[in-house]
């Protein structure tokens, strides 16, 4: 396998009672590159993610991650390797502050379980890496708020925090700024670029704008197919991908 490509499917395919979600899906992502997974709804992006993360199991196929073939492996098995993500839905835990939160993540990432019976001053070690992670995500002013209470898209910001505190090799965004406002888009976009540096991100996305402006390479899907796949420059006067999804957008 290329010593650039960190994951690769061959031939991935998933059928529910005959459904055919996915078929013969080639994926092969870079190392340190964003990737984006497009297309019109229904096109199978959210199975394919469900597929890598093992929450389906293929029906044929393989997922080949830094050269090792994790296509059997349970869920965690495949956290543990570093590959994260997160999901449509924010998940974080609303009645807990914004610090509080990445410290859950960052015991998981030790390997140890969140004790809430413990005393507040025994997770005080967490405090310094964690308010450095919200430093970087830019929601240290929010620390010390409960994750009920922020703006949704700082709810999404949290959540992707809380994926960073997990030290992911690969980190998989499911619709980062699905249901945002222009100011929340760009300072989302702006962070997937900026933590883009240390690590690969593939993502599943609508916004063309955001696909337009930060990826590297971009797989269309349509019917469960692999339509179109490269820069963006070239997927964009595509006249099949045009036809199929992007002539409906704002590109």
Not at 105 to 117: C, P, S, T
Not at 133 to 141: K, S
């Amino acid at each position: 396998m290329d010593q650039d490509i960190i994951l690769e499917t061959r031939a991935l395919s998933k059928e529910f009672r005959g459904f055919v979600a996915v078929r013969d899906v080639n994926l092969q992502v870079k190392r340190g590159a964003i990737h984006a997974l497009i297309g019109p709804n229904g096109a199978g992006k959210t199975t394919v993610f469900n597929l890598l993360t093992k929450f389906h199991v293929p029906t044929r196929g393989q997922i080949i991650f830094n050269g090792q073939d994790i296509t059997a492996e349970k869920p965690a098995q495949t956290a543990r390797r570093g590959v994260v993500r997160s999901f449509q839905i924010s998940a974080v835990f609303a009645q807990m502050t914004v610090l509080e939160n990445v410290k859950v993540a960052l015991q998981r990432k030790l390997g140890v379980d969140y004790h809430f019976w413990q005393s507040t001053a025994s997770l005080r070690s967490l405090d310094e890496p964690a308010m450095a992670l919200l430093e970087e995500v830019g929601l240290a002013a929010f620390a010390h708020h409960l994750a009920a209470d922020l703006p949704y898209g700082r709810k999404r910001t949290l959540e992707i925090a809380t994926t960073l505190a997990l030290d992911p090799e690969m980190l998989l965004l499911d619709e980062p700024t699905q249901g945002m406002g222009h100011e929340d888009v760009d300072r989302v976009k702006d962070l997937i670029k900026k933590v883009s540096a240390s690590r690969t991100i593939l993502m599943v996305e609508h916004n063309m704008k955001v696909v337009a402006d930060i990826t590297d390479t971009i797989t269309v899907l349509q019917r469960g197919e692999v339509l179109a796949e490269g820069p963006y420059a070239q997927v964009s006067v595509n006249p099949a991908v045009r036809t199929a999804y992007m002539g409906t957008e704002d590109a």
